[in-house]
């Protein structure tokens, strides 16, 4: 999770602003749970009393995407609420990160079937993925350790490190043999129809 | 086990002889068995509540395009339960394409309703006189039939067809 | 105190100063992925419309591609709040459907780990209900104590939950002894916690207040909306499968079931909670009674899975896995359909399979509990307040991934 972005302004003012912002904004990720499947269960987990993560900073679990700074998306994620996940990613407020927690967000997990999407990835930008099928809570706990790390290290004030991510991160939407072996195997053209999430 | 579904299947027999259409009873592991035809649904499964079989457990389809020696497309199966006696019947018929159609159970046992919903949405199995006739668990704009068996596990590529988001614009 | 219900209107948007509200699918107290169009006269519901579907993943096309024992792991992910209970109803139907006899050992193994799911889920059903009410302790307390049940089945079978512990005759793993003392202080400390929940929960003014009259269920209402487990008992359907078409160890065992006649929320999680209180007692005889022996059956060649231990020691057992895992020896069911019903914690989890001789389910469908009692909801909301639609949904224990499959 290394990254290679250089603050927009280097001098010891704005780097020590960058630092007093990163600590407190490392030290106080409040979590928008946007929990599906069985990951959920273990992402309650987490948040329960063997296992607190309100210890890291996450002291609440706010369900309002406009209080919240890392939505984690635990558990598959199937076609009808993608636009569901998408809408509430963009009514986030600055500056904001993305957990994706559980083989299922990560990729699809084991259902390779018509309705998961494979891997949220593919459709909105993730920072910190957790493997797992379902992830323990002590993985949780490692994955917001490490994105407090990471924002320590690349977050800025004005998060402005947000801008230059201009290309999709995840897999291509259609890899080259998947989209052969479509049109192998249905040679009819489809009217599939498109999902816009900010209407 | 053929002994502890006979009194049954005798009781059922005589409970049935007032309603026409063919019937075939088969016994399978203690389970009794029911084959009818779609004509004769209704009036079979009307008499069936009537002599107390009171709820309906399950309602399904079975795609029988790929299975050996079948005769038929598709075969409907209703799991009925009496819940003074417990005793349970499995009532099959069978329709076929095009336009595979059957009248609904939603008068009798309401639990038909969403399990009828959930027939057309994955076999596009129709119910005539449904209340509320549309898909329960796909998008509305799903245009295939998933269960059916030339349906592939992987989709058409509707999984998709979604716009991407870049961090920098969101 | 009961809430006087409103007569619903015939066509409700003809009525003026109606609005609609989206409740969902992304909201705290609808248990991940449901959501309801409600249509709302100032607080009061008029009418509730669910849209389901939001985690719809293609559980029964996945059935057709995996074998018996592959789709197993399938299952667990059904009803993920007690995988166990799915893993034992799939393999009670597969069971069935080959002939297969289990050993006593496994009967009475299978019992126990039931009966900690159930345990498991009610914990859960009731935690969740009070935290989207607003009562977070008694939460913290019932998740401490599930705790403690995902160590034993960590124990046990390697994973927290979705612990894929069942096979076709027999289980995983047998169990040490280690886990049985372990299991028999979870037994003995537990009814000490679980007072504290009950006064937390069930003697809670607040809660009670919040859940009592409210949607009510009557039993014909429940009968023919196909209501099965706690939310059918609560209103008075006296059917529990572990008695009236006993499986696995139930008929050695001696239990109450519970009933109740009110039908409202309260009646639902008291019921459940009671429930709880007859596991424990179901748990302690089993481990009593628990006969030594083999795990898995005696097939009638090599069908079934080898003991791991001879897989990893000696050559006959990793070749006979080898060919009972390629299809060289398969398990050969016959070329008939099967429906058989287990009593879950939710209510009748049932399975149909058609089996077209190979080894792999021709078609394996679910009968999922919070299906039926997701349809029953309107009817269950209609005149009661908004903020009694969060009781409602939590006393039906809806999960989202049984529902939508």
Redesign the interface.
Known sequence: MSSNIQPASNGLFWTTLDAAANWSRANSLWPMPFATACCGIELMSTSASKHDLSRFGSEVMRFSPRQCDLMIVAGRVVMKMLPVLQRIWLQMPEPKWCISMGACACSGGVFDTYAVVQGIDRFMPVDIYVPGCPPRPEQLIAAIIELQAKIQKTGTLRATEFADRTTPEGPARFDGDELVRIRDRNPVQFNLPVYDPRH | MMNSTEPQKIALEAALSAVPGPRAWST??D?LRLNIDAISLVPTMTRLREVGL?????L?A??LL???DATDRYRM?Y?LLD?ES?ARL?VRTHVNDPEPKLPTMTTL???A???ER?AYD?FGIVFTGHPNAK?????D???SF??RKD???????????????????? | MPLELLEPTSDPSHREGLWTLNFGPQHPATHTTLRLVLTLDGETVVDAEPDIGFLHSGFEKLGETLDFNQYVTIVDRMNYISPLANEIAWHHVCEKLLGIELTPRCTYLRTILAELMRISDHLLCVGACILDLGGISAFMYAFNERERIYELCEQVSGQRFHTSFTRVGGLLFDVSDQWLANLKDFITTFPKMFKDVNRLVLKNRIFIERCQGVGILSREEAICGGATGPVARASGVTRDLRRDEPYLAYADLDFDVICSRAGDCFSRFQVRMLEIEESLKIIDQAMQKLPGGPIFAEGSGKELLPQKREVYTSIEGLIHHFEAIMPNRQLQPPKESLYAATESPNGELGFYIVSDGTFRAYRARTRPPSLVHFALFPQLIRGCMLSDVVAVLGSLNIIAAELDR
């Open positions: 399978f592991r389970s009171n709820m309906l457990i399950d399904t079975v795609d790929e299975y050996a199966v799991q819940t417990g499995e046992w309401s639990s309703n969403w399990m959930e994955m898909r329960l668990l796909l998008p704009e799903f245009a998933p269960l349906y592939p596990v992987k989709g058409r590529g509707e999984r998709h067809n979604f716009p991407v988001v870049t961090r920098s614009e969101s």
